[in-house]
Structures are given as C-alpha cells and as structure tokens.
C-alpha cells in the first residue's frame, strides 16, 4: 500500500478545512469582522490575557513598531488599552478594554454556539470520531511546525512545468511527507 500523501489529498484537506471554517466562522453581526487580521490576532492572543507589547511583535512576527501601530489602531477603537507590567514602568503591556473583552466574548460564544448546532447532527460515536481526528490534525500540525519540519516546509518550489491552477505550487517532498 502507497502511504505517501499526496498533492490531491493535502488539496481535499485544504479544501474541507475552508469550507468548514467558512461554515462555523462567518459572523454578520460582528464588530470586529472588518479588523485587519494582525488586529484580529493581537485582539484574539489578548482575550487570554494582558501580554507585553515585544512578546507581540515576536509572536505575530513583525517589528515593535508596526505592533506599536497596531495597539495605536486598537486603542482609537477602544478594543485595547496600555498598561504598565509590574514595578517596571517601562514595560508596555496590552490588554483588552471592557469592550474589547465583551467582542471577544461575544465571538467564542458565538463560534461556540454554531459548533454545537453542527456536532447535534452528529450521533455520540461520530462526535467522538471528529474530536479523536481534530485531536490528530493538531498533533501534525505541531508536528510539522516544529523546528525541523520548519527549515524544510517553510520553503516551497515549483515541481516541473505543470501548471497546478493559479499560482499553486507542489510542496517540496519533505514538507509534502510532514502533512
């Protein structure tokens, strides 16, 4: 039996993982849908908690002052405010204004509520089934991020001449075995 995954499948994966995110994430009513993503992101790590301004920019990979921008933009729409960490009054941390927390709230609670719409047409078994693969999924994904999987994934290449569909490009074979 050939066990190398291949193009198509890491396509239906691709494929199925979108259209359920597409499914489960879209939300109307959002305030903060029309952030851009690095807001949404720095706004989704600080539901967690207050964080460092440079713990930030290193998580989100951009340079102190593009996140001093970013926390410029989210305090203007009061979705974070500065506050300083500890004794150390030089240290900037972020965190979530009472608003911004509520948004957040609002958006678990509501991804939440349409994940639980979908598992109810789910018999028990099947539920369990769709946890145990999730729980896989993640697994690899860490897998693959990790510090190897990284030098070798992270780069891809053109395969041959075969044009794959606007701009696709086949993975590198090693980045494809991580998958």
Request: glycine share 8%.
């Amino acid at each position: 039996m050939d066990e190398t995954v291949t193009w198509e499948q890491a396509k239906e994966v691709d494929s199925w993982l979108l259209a359920m995110g597409r499914h489960l994430l879209a939300m109307g009513d959002d305030p903060v849908a029309e952030l851009p993503v690095a807001q949404l992101r720095v706004c989704g790590i600080l539901y967690g908690g207050p964080r460092p301004m440079s713990a930030l920019s290193r998580e989100l990979g951009v340079s102190l002052s593009a996140m001093t921008q970013i926390a410029d933009r989210l305090g203007r729409v009061r979705l974070v405010s500065r506050v300083a960490e500890g004794s150390d009054r030089r240290v900037r941390c972020l965190q979530l204004t009472r608003r911004g927390e509520e948004i957040m709230r609002h958006r678990e609670n509501t991804r939440v509520h349409r994940v639980w719409a979908v598992l109810e047409h789910l018999a028990p078994k099947q539920r369990q089934e769709v946890l145990a693969a999730l729980k896989m999924l993640t697994s690899a994904c860490a897998a693959a991020n990790g510090p190897r999987a990284r030098a070798a994934g992270n780069h891809r290449r053109r395969v041959g001449s075969r044009r794959r569909g606007r701009g696709e490009s086949r993975p590198a074979t090693s980045a494809a075995k991580a998958l």
